[in-house]
């Protein structure tokens, strides 16, 4: 069993930065791939970045790229998010996610975290 715990979310003005952190914790060897998640209240969960473990590969939404950077810690069984210049669309729970193959849909996660919020404003 894996457990995931999110943290680094929070308040931030616009095209500032944060950093969220996906700590894995339990039987952590049994991921290959994390990916992040995230939900606005109304809108469909939505996948922004995901990272596959053995290689170190990335993927991300159009609507990040270039802006977020998802990267891996190995020693720590960490995963973060960094999020650059935010922008008020970006406001969302945020939830990171093991997935069974390198995808950014929700239908291919097979464990959720708790999800940390981050509010971007102008």
């Known amino acids: 069993q894996v457990q995931l715990v999110e943290s680094g979310g929070g308040s931030v003005q616009v095209g500032g930065s944060l950093r969220l952190s996906c700590a894995a914790s339990?039987?952590?060897?049994?991921?290959?791939?994390m990916t992040w998640f995230r939900q606005a209240p109304g809108k469909e969960r939505e996948g922004v970045a995901g990272?596959?473990?053995?290689?170190?590969?990335?993927y991300y939404a159009d609507s990040v790229k270039g802006r977020f950077t998802i990267s891996q810690d190995n020693a720590k069984n960490t995963v973060y998010l960094q999020m650059n210049s935010l922008k008020p669309e970006d406001t969302a729970m945020y939830y990171c996610?093991?997935?069974?193959?390198?995808?950014?849909?929700?239908?291919?996660?097979?464990?959720w975290g708790q999800g940390t919020q981050v509010t971007v404003s102008s």
């Open positions: 990272l596959y473990r053995g290689s170190g590969s990335t």
């Open positions: 996610a093991i997935s069974d193959r390198a995808s950014l849909l929700p239908q291919r996660v097979i464990l």
């Open positions: 339990g039987n952590t060897y049994s991921w290959n791939f």
